[in-house]
């Protein structure tokens, strides 16, 4: 076989890679020393067969290139099959990430109910009672032990489930509801539609695209009401529901004169505990022996979101930062997990001190030391790892830690509970504030920005573009994943963003006490943003279901299969998700057609892929006004508001600035 050549033609600085400056200063300095997935993304052209949904490499008989004027494989499968089985797949991966993630959090919380664990706890009851509730489960006067007890052995009942619905379909709209059953779309068991999706793209099985995209929203339903929701509330049952707090961002993090860790993955259980022992006396004792001053603690991916969240731990970065963390030259440690983990991050490494430390059973790399964690003796582990760290201070050369912008603060924090708490307090908290301003017109609509960064387009570019034009045009943006840690590294989760919003957007927001972009969490906490469409949609005012309400996602820098999962579930609940590349389904029109339209005509949600992002933006507002426009509501004026708030948010701020706490509708803490 040829090598791939790499493109003579393509020159390109790091500015044309990222618009983040740390980490155009990091890429200079890696300039023909180190190699990173920025030098991949040039030398290795993307294949445009596989890019299209065109290959099919499911049986020996191939693979088979249905290009050119190929219209079927050896087995005679279509275009559209072949388009259909490979999107399948993907998001069978995706909804299998995210969902395993949320066996995992069911096993933790099994064993702490179980007094299995040490470290662990239960830290938010009401969220005990509130996911009993949910699940159907008895709660009140129970040892709240013996309640969480049901409710980890309900959720990983809901893994091996063969027949009915997963429960929390339940917590969806009546109308959605009904909607799926009608459609025949209501997901079973997790695994069983995951473990379907493969059978059915076998050779030989599902040859019907329709057919086969319905099997593709069952399985990624599991994600979004199944294991990315078990996650969210199983993790806020453990760690704590989320409330707003500060904290930095970026590469200027990491500290020159402290042994730094970077948290980087998915699973919150290890961070946690390395969050804890981050400040136990004896660590940081020994780190002073080691001629540090103290131990700093930083996070990459969705592990910074899920630490971010509850602690205010830094990001470090998003998912194209992780090698240039470790390229600083300054983290003594980088404690993964699995997903979005670069197996070059221990190449990378030989050019450093630092250490790779995986830590899953699940997930090994070559040249990265292994310390398996154990959450039974959580904290024991995670002490073991905070030490190796500590051990390597001493071998730290010259580190080049980018300094930080001043514009780097962000408040992160808002959970759906927090976000209905603003809107009228522990007893009268509800979503009507929030949709009377969207009936009235202040507010034009609600986006999710959501997902990835990905090496095909400037690091953060497409997603910081299209929030600035979104707020501006007064449409309140939700994010989560690297799209939050990019949106926050610009400051644009800094309250003084709010002088970018529209009139209208700025004085519901100042009123509420909510900034115009409002970080949700991780990936998994999508699930979220699910539950905040219903609150929506159940108020009242905005029809009576998701695919009524004005509201778009939006994946503008997609990477993961992950992300491929979480766009179909949010169509099948009835949002109309755009991303911001190339569609992995062009190669059949049919199939392009189906998940954008045909799954509109049935779900009054799609899928769309726009890679010109100012068509993207165009389309957000087609969209919004369309859906304005069918519920009778005021078109959108700019001019018509302009009169501010009560100043909520300021408030809000000031209890921040003075180091207060708004954990107020919680009992446990
Ligand atoms: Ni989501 Fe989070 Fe980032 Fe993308 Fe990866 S970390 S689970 S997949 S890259 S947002």
């Not at 993630?101 to 664990?117: I, P, S, W």
């Amino acid at each position: 076989m040829p090598e791939e050549k790499p493109d003579k033609k393509v020159e390109k600085k790091p500015t044309d890679m990222s618009i983040d400056t740390a980490v155009c200063e990091v890429l200079s300095n890696c300039e023909g020393v180190v190699e990173t997935a920025f030098d991949r993304a040039i030398s290795i052209r993307p294949c445009p067969i596989g890019a299209e949904g065109a290959c099919c490499k499911h049986c020996a008989m191939g693979p088979c290139r249905l290009v050119a004027k190929t219209t079927r494989g050896v087995c005679g499968a279509t275009r559209a099959t072949v388009a259909a089985r490979n999107f399948a797949r993907a998001v069978a991966a995706g909804a299998a990430a995210h969902s395993d993630h949320g066996r995992g959090m069911a096993f933790a919380l099994l064993a702490v109910a179980k007094g299995e664990t040490e470290g662990f706890r239960i830290r938010d009851e009401a969220k005990v009672h509130a996911v009993a509730g949910y699940m159907g489960i008895k709660s009140e006067g129970r040892p709240i032990m013996d309640v969480a007890r049901e409710i980890a052995e309900t959720a990983l009942g809901e893994f091996g489930k063969q027949t009915g619905e997963l429960i929390y379909l339940k917590r969806a709209t009546p109308a959605r509801q009904e909607l799926w059953r009608k459609e025949k779309i209501a997901p079973r068991g997790i695994d069983r539609e995951v473990v379907e999706v493969m059978h059915r793209t076998h050779m030989g099985v599902d040859q019907d695209a329709e057919n086969i995209l319905d099997q593709t929203l069952r399985a990624s339903m599991t994600d979004g009401w199944g294991g990315s929701m078990l996650a969210t509330d199983i993790t806020d049952i453990l760690f704590g529901t989320p409330t707003p707090l500060q904290s930095q961002v970026n590469l200027g993090v990491l500290k020159d004169d402290e042994v730094n860790l970077v948290v980087h993955g998915h699973e919150p259980t290890l961070s946690e505990m390395i969050v804890a022992a981050s400040t136990d006396p004896e660590l940081l004792e020994y780190a002073k022996s080691k001629g540090a001053n103290g131990i700093n603690l930083a996070g990459i991916c969705c592990t910074a979101n899920e630490v971010l969240m509850r602690h205010g731990i830094p990001p470090a970065g998003n998912f194209l930062s992780q090698e240039l963390a470790i390229a600083t030259g300054a983290v003594e440690a980088m404690i993964v997990d699995v997903q979005c983990i670069m197996q070059s991050l221990a190449e990378v490494a030989t050019h450093f001190h630092t250490k790779v430390i995986t830590t899953s059973p699940k997930a090994k790399i070559e040249g990265a030391t292994h310390m398996e964690y154990d959450e039974h003796h959580a904290y024991q582990s995670a002490k073991d790892i905070v030490r190796v760290a500590i051990d390597n201070y001493p071998n730290r050369g010259a580190a080049k830690i980018p300094g930080p912008k001043p514009d780097e603060a962000l408040i992160a924090g808002f959970s759906h509970e927090y976000i209905r708490y603003m809107q009228g307090g522990l007893y009268r908290g509800s979503f009507r504030p929030l949709n009377d301003a969207v009936a009235a017109g202040r507010i034009r609509g609600l986006a999710g920005v959501v997902g990835c960064n990905n090496a095909r387009v400037a690091q953060d570019a497409p997603t910081v573009q299209i929030i600035r034009e979104l707020i501006k045009n007064d449409v309140l943006v939700v994010v989560t994943g690297c799209a939050a840690t990019g949106a926050a590294k610009y400051g644009y989760l800094q309250p003084e963003f709010m002088d970018h919003a529209g009139a209208g957007l700025r004085e519901v927001c100042e009123a509420i006490g909510i900034p115009p972009v409002v970080h949700v969490g991780s990936c998994v906490d999508n699930s979220r943003i699910l539950t905040i469409l219903t609150e929506c949609a159940t108020e009242g005012g905005l029809g009576d279901d998701i695919s009524d309400l004005p509201a778009v996602g939006i994946c503008p820098e997609y990477m993961s299969e992950k992300a491929l999962s979480i766009g179909s579930y949010f169509a099948a609940s009835g949002a109309y998700v755009l991303f911001g590349l190339p569609s992995p389904v062009s190669n059949s029109p049919e199939v392009v057609d189906l998940i954008q339209n045909g799954w509109n005509a049935r779900f009054g949600g799609g899928i769309e892929f726009e890679p010109d992002i100012d068509a993207l933006i165009a389309k957000v507002f087609t969209r919004i006004d369309a859906k304005r426009e069918a519920l009778g509501l005021a078109e959108y004026d700019a001019a018509r508001f302009g009169e501010s708030g009560d100043r909520q948010m300021e408030e809000m701020l000031e209890t921040l600035d003075k180091g207060g706490s708004l954990n107020v509708y919680s009992v446990s803490r």
